[in-house]
């Protein structure tokens, strides 16, 4: 068996890559509603055995990185297009990859943005990424 690995996870505005994501979480929260019945009894008893269904899916990712330059113009605004993005609620797509190069094509917003950069450093991000929609990626189609 091999492991899964982390590779090749980059984040676009308009089609352009403006950062690489150099680390990834993606959670999920499930909401979910009672729907219990008086015939949802346990056999032989009058206690009831609580039935639930999920009614909706929260999908986000704690995404850090660095800003990179333009693939277009060789202007380094990588770093204030992804900002201009945070700031304006614009919707990026993050391409999640792992070295097979399955992955997915992830769309949605930043819920928040953190920036730092030095002398002594790259420039680098911290976000929460509200996930709206995500397509799947298959290496070769």
């Known amino acids: ?3 899964v690995k982390f590779a090749c996870t980059v984040i676009k505005v308009d089609s352009e890559v403006v950062a690489k994501v150099t680390s990834f979480k993606r959670s999920l929260s499930i909401s979910e509603e009672d729907v219990t019945g ?5 056999a032989g008893t009058d206690v009831l055995h609580i039935q639930m269904v999920s009614i909706a899916v929260d999908e ?3 995404i850090e990185g660095i800003a990179i330059e333009s693939a277009l113009t060789g202007l380094d605004i990588g770093q204030s ?3 201009d993005a945070a700031e304006t609620g614009k919707i990026v797509s993050v391409r999640y990859t792992r ?3 399955y992955g997915f094509t992830l769309n949605g917003f930043f819920t928040k943005y953190d920036e730092e950069g030095s ?3 790259v420039y680098k991000f911290k976000g ?3 996930i709206n929609s995500k397509t799947e990626i298959v290496p070769g189609s």
């Open 1 to 3: 068996m091999n492991e």
């Open 38 to 42: 008086s015939e949802d009894c346990i």
């Open 60 to 62: 986000t990712a704690e």
């Open 81 to 83: 297009e992804l900002r």
């Open 99 to 101: 070295n097979t190069g």
């Open 119 to 121: 002398t002594s450093e």
């Open 128 to 130: 929460s990424f509200r």
